[in-house]
């Protein structure tokens, strides 16, 4: 393969996210005598905190530094990569809010081939790559064969890949500021409004009943909530149900909500998306109750039980409450 | 606001279990029910809402063959104003980068202020609109979650980012976005709706109409070409309680105790 390698690194405040060691050993995977470079745009102080972390990790760091760089708006950052990266570039991207916004139309002005949230490497074969997927919300997986001739964005799910905490890699960091182009854009970044707190605050309970899409209509919710006081629990949800405006955002669990950390999460109906367990941290006890006996929550549950949980949940609280 | 919105059929998860056929070589496709993808759903109710706001048209528009028609119809029942379905043999097998181009051909050859897209559909990449948006060189937010006319043609947008926090931004027209779920409640549509426009004729456009060369999308174009599905190992997967309901909840009971699940 022999072409370099670039890994977007994702920060803020002045640290790198988790996925940027996950991207070196992503990376390494791909190729493992292949040059790879961090890419890290920013501004001030934080960007060369961050340029420096980075070089212990990764041979080289690219540096690009620019006011209109502080906050990452997908549309600039694109514009710098665009003039700075070689025609033939690898470039690995966390596939997050960020990289959603941003690998797309880098893989169209690149003029490279694309390929959106990718779980593992199967194999390389000259340009070829295979790699695989997931679709229809991890209920089923697919190898994706990715011509890289002429280059190649890949956006990579953060947590895919085990982080390369080796270190020790002694690498420089080149200033390539001077060469990012004009980066006026039609889009603007204004602020980031904070989300709201709700009546309850799911990070901090210990056990939680967690319900989805299988709770089929509001009037269930109750239900659950039935369980959630017998067992001393507090109710949290996944994202359709806050979609359906049944729950408050607040008591979302997933990546686009809150990150929890109980003991023990009861995911009822729930089917098991990424961007849901992502939210999901502290390695809990964790029980599925699901009637589709397929559903990818039973690949990361403690313990599951098939069934339908409006005619299963009842009766387990029934239980519990005459204990 | 001339709106268009792309849009694409898909079978219905909350309908059906979705299961790798015999040889890998599909998903099972009988007895699939397919609807419209949820995302789009939200991007064409926002659309109408817009559209009720600022006056205009909603244009629907699809890549694909005589069926998905279907999603075309539904979205007009909704209250689109128009259909478009872009279908050609040489578009079948395309790629992310295949069905922006087609779009891209389509967008050309009308006036768009803005162009809206679900934020993902079955395959979950969330790569059209993205892709379309550069190849038009139009400016692109994705994941949104609100849109409002600030004037002068230009938008203040909401996008989500992680933790459920909101990322604020103006865009200028005509821009493409890509919608998140819950952007909306997206309205009902009853049979009476869709009786109302079941026999509006839906133009249709192939690659000679939209001047696209037939080789650089479909299967012969594709730079990413999938090869195969299949059901991933399940590592140690969960331990699945068998036995009457009364045992599974006595064994659950025991579990939960033991891991101070019962206060």
Redesign the interface.
Known sequence: MAKSIYAYIAHKAGAADDSALELIQAAQQLDADAKVSAVVTGDGADLDTVCTAMADTYPEVIKIAGGALAYPNAEVVRKALVNILPADAIVLIPHDSFGMDLGPGLSVKLDAAFLSDVVGFDKVEGDTLTAVRQEYGGQVSTHVSLDMSQGAVINVRPGAFAADETGGAGGSVTDKSGDAGDLATARKYLEVVAAEVGDVDITKSEVLVSVGRGIEDEDNLEVFQELADAMGADVSCSRPIVDAKWLEKSRQVGTSGQTVKPKVYLALGISGSFQHLGGIKGNPFIVAVNKNAKAPIFQVADVGVVADILDFIPELTDKIEEL | MEILVCVTRV?D??EN????NADGSD?ERDDLVYSVNEWDNYAVEEAIQIVDRAGGSVTVVTVGEEDDEEVLRREMAMGADNGLLLSDEAFEGSD??GV?AILKAAVDQGSYDLILTG?QA??????????L???LD??????VTSIEESGDGVL?I???????????????QP?VLSVQ??IN?PRYVGIRGIRKVASVEIPEKGAGDLGVDGAAVGTAGA??????????E??D?????TGS?DE???K??E??KA?????
Do not use: W
């Not at chain 2, 279990?17 to 790798?20: A, L, Y």
């Not at chain 2, 139009?138 to 994941?143: D, E, F, G, K, R």
């Open positions: 079978p998860t909350a279990e979705i299961e790798v998903i992310g980068k922006a934020a079955d395959g979950g990449a969330g790569e059209v609109g993205g892709m948006a550069a190849m139009l400016p692109y937010a994705s994941l203040k909401g996008r989500e980012i992680e933790g459920g926090n909101i990322e604020m931004n103006e865009i200028q821009c779920t819950g409640e730079k990413a070409r999938r090869l195969d599905y299949f059901v991933p399940m590592g997967g969960a331990e699945i309680l309901t599974i909840i006595d659950l009971i579990m939960l891991k101070g699940g019962l206060k």
